[in-house]
């Protein structure tokens, strides 16, 4: 199963979503590095906070709902999936600043191995 994308910024968020979870739970510095910069970002349209958090919370509840995942962790493949259905839904430039993006992420509460993992899938997928 697979995430249906409405636009681009869900297809965008769909890759931090998985980021954010990669070491199995979202910590306060990304959900500021969330809010605060990636908020910001023009492929979002400068929303409110409310309308960014509702985007945000649909995003991941359509990531968390259709990605298969064993013990707790999503599978390789529904993450390859994503990964190339985001390929498919974004612009080079919108790719290379969503690696960026989630590289910058990633590091907002200390990069462990399994986000490193998950950071070179990132990179070889959207390249």
Do not use: H, W
Not at 4 to 32: H, I, P, Y
Not at 61 to 83: C, H
Not at 91 to 97: A, T, V
Request: glycine letters at 8%.
């Amino acid at each position: 199963m697979t995430v249906k994308f409405a636009n681009d910024s869900e297809a965008f968020l769909s890759v931090l979503t998985l980021v954010a979870g990669a070491d199995q739970s979202g910590s306060l510095e990304e959900r500021d590095f969330l809010f605060n910069k990636v908020k910001g970002l023009p492929i979002f349209g400068n929303p409110s906070t409310a309308d960014f958090s509702k985007l945000l919370a649909k995003v991941t509840d359509a990531v968390y709902e259709s990605l298969p995942q064993m013990d707790g962790e999503f599978t390789d493949a529904g993450i390859d999936a994503l990964l190339a259905d985001v390929k498919k839904t974004l612009s080079p430039e919108l790719r290379k600043s969503l690696v960026r993006i989630a590289g910058e992420l990633s590091d907002a509460d200390g990069t462990g191995a399994t986000e490193v993992a998950l950071l070179d899938k990132v990179c070889r997928a959207l390249a």
